[in-house]
Nanobody, 117 residues
Framework: QVQLVESGGGLVQAGGSLRLSCAAS????????MAWFRQAPGKEREFVAS????????YYADSVKGRFTISKDNAKNTVWLQMNRLKPEDTATYYC??????????WGQGTQVTVSS
């Protein structure tokens, strides 16, 4: 049973930085990509960033381009999200996801990020 475990969330002032981590454990799986999504209260879950597992190609939502960076370590089955110049509108629960067979099949439990103004 594959598990994704996020860490690194917290409370930070606007303009600050946080680094989220997501580690996959509990088995082996052939994932195509890993990604970060977020969900703010009263809003739908939205895509933040993804990285293809083999090629390393990255994709970002327009709202985070230039501020967030996604990276990975294949050997450790770990992906990170470096978040700089955080804004209050970045406040949300952040979820890690793994894409298998072209579906976001596995999800973490989420980690809370709160940005104060």
């Amino acid at each position: 049973q594959v598990q994704l475990v996020e860490s690194g969330g917290g409370l930070v002032q606007a303009g600050g930085s946080l680094r989220l981590s997501c580690a996959a454990s509990g088995g082996t799986f052939s994932n195509n990509a890993m990604a970060w999504f977020r969900q703010a209260p009263g809003k739908e879950r939205e895509f933040v960033a993804s990285i293809r597992w083999r090629s390393g190609i990255r994709y970002y939502a327009d709202s985070v381009k230039g501020r967030f960076t996604i990276s990975k370590d294949n050997a450790k089955n770990t992906v990170w999200l470096q978040m700089n110049r955080l804004k209050p509108e970045d406040t949300a629960t952040y979820y890690c996801a793994a894409n298998v067979d072209n579906k976001w099949r596995y999800w973490g439990q989420g980690t809370q990020v709160t940005v104060s103004s």
